[in-house]
């Protein structure tokens, strides 16, 4: 009888705790889970104004839901070597197939993915395969733009060994090696109203008279590259110092100040090349870890970027097609070691504008602040 009253107890409090919770995350959805009630109660005097770019220079497309599918065949070089000697260097590369992408851009806000096919043009029988995963979000004011992009790669090879040990032995197959990136930039424009930095990779606006102008990025950065043992193989730990030889894991976290430059060149109204380039010099905060649980002490350093971006193409009202190339270069030098990553990709791309639904308005109406 005491154990039938006890659980009698027990079921009316719970019952009733979980009713208050429901009550309470009701109270919460009406806020946090409808933009529209959240922007009254928050920000009840929020009114975005839409600047409209100089009509001579940009055509936009507020009312068409742009979608395009690109080929792309990237790859990753991540060097890391001794201070003052290069032949323990480890030289890593990836064996990333072609990747097919996609890109969705509606007024401001355009997301893309992508995944792996069977072939492409950087895989080689001799290294280890290599897997590629990527996810973008971007909002697209006029002079702005916000960034947030994932990169995860699993598989390389270190192919700077000896000639003996090769003829016996082969590269050095690191299937193990997992990198990790989150990237958040946020881009400003001045010349917003007569240039168009975000024209040949969003395809929601098109430049249709040659201009160009300064740049300004910044951005924070957290990359992780990891390994089931130390990466340095055991054929080179002579020229590192012990505390280095055991590591397997390398984090940094990074904050990148970049003045850059860019144009569109149009030709014959529709034909178009562009350019961007951003160097700079990035303040790395980073740590050394044996394995998750321990970690030799951290510091900071100065790296060296460049990021480039070129691409040329056609664009009409509806159509676009083009070929584009990235590069992304940093070097820093850590306390023991000295690391080089540089990422490249070339590509085409083909894309079209479609009158944008009735759904996809209404969502994007009811979800962005007012006026947007």
């Given at each position: 009888m005491l154990k039938f009253r006890f659980l009698l107890v027990t079921t009316v409090f719970t019952t009733a705790m979980l009713c208050v919770w429901v009550s309470l995350f009701a109270q919460k959805e009406n806020v946090f889970l409808h933009p529209q009630k959240f922007y009254k109660k928050y920000f009840p005097n929020l009114r975005i104004k839409r600047d409209t770019p100089d009509t001579l220079y940009i055509k936009t497309y507020p009312n068409y839901l742009s979608a395009?599918?690109?080929l792309?065949?990237?790859?990753?070089?991540?060097?890391?070597?001794?201070?003052n000697n290069l032949q323990g260097k480890a030289a890593f590369r990836t064996n990333v197939p072609?990747?097919?992408?996609?890109?969705?851009?509606?007024?401001?806000?355009?997301?893309?993915?992508a995944f792996m096919l069977i072939s492409g043009m950087q895989l080689n029988s001799e290294y280890a395969k290599s897997k590629?995963?990527?996810?973008?979000?971007?909002?697209?004011?006029?002079?702005?733009?916000?960034?947030?992009?994932?990169?995860?790669i699993k598989g390389m090879t270190d192919v700077n060994v000896p000639s003996d040990f090769y003829q016996s032995h082969?590269?050095?197959k690191r299937p193990d090696i997992v990198t990790k990136e989150f990237q958040f930039e946020s881009t400003y424009n001045?010349?917003?109203?007569?240039?168009s930095f975000t024209a040949p990779f969003t395809f929601s606006e098109r430049q249709v008279k040659s201009?160009?102008?300064?740049?300004?990025k910044t951005g924070i950065y957290y990359s992780q590259v990891s390994g089931d043992s130390s990466l340095i193989d055991h054929t080179k730990l002579a020229y590192y110092a012990n505390d280095i030889s055991r590591?397997?894991?390398?984090?940094?976290?990074s904050i990148r100040l970049a003045p850059g430059a860019g144009a569109n060149m149009i030709i014959r109204k529709k034909f178009y090349a562009s350019i961007a380039v951003f160097p700079s010099l990035d303040f790395c905060f980073y740590k050394y870890l044996e394995n998750t649980d321990r970690r030799s002490n951290g510091s900071q350093t100065l790296a060296f970027a460049f990021e480039g971006h070129a691409s040329v193409g056609y664009q009409s009202r509806r159509l676009y097609t083009g070929v584009r190339c990235e590069l992304e270069n940093s070097r820093a030098l850590m306390r023991g070691i000295q690391s080089k990553k540089i990422n490249t990709s070339i590509g085409v791309e083909f894309g079209y504008r479609f009158n944008a639904p009735r759904l996809v308005r209404k969502v994007y109406r009811d979800t962005m602040p007012p006026g947007m």
């Open positions: 395009s599918v690109h792309l065949s990237p790859a990753v070089r991540y060097d890391i070597m001794p201070p072609d990747i097919v992408g996609a890109v969705i851009n509606y007024r401001y806000v355009s997301a893309g993915f590629y995963r990527t996810a973008t979000i971007k909002y697209n004011s006029r002079g702005y733009t916000f960034q947030f992009k994932y990169i995860r082969g590269y050095i001045p010349a917003w109203r007569k240039y201009y160009g102008g300064f740049l300004f590591v397997n894991v390398i984090r940094s976290f």
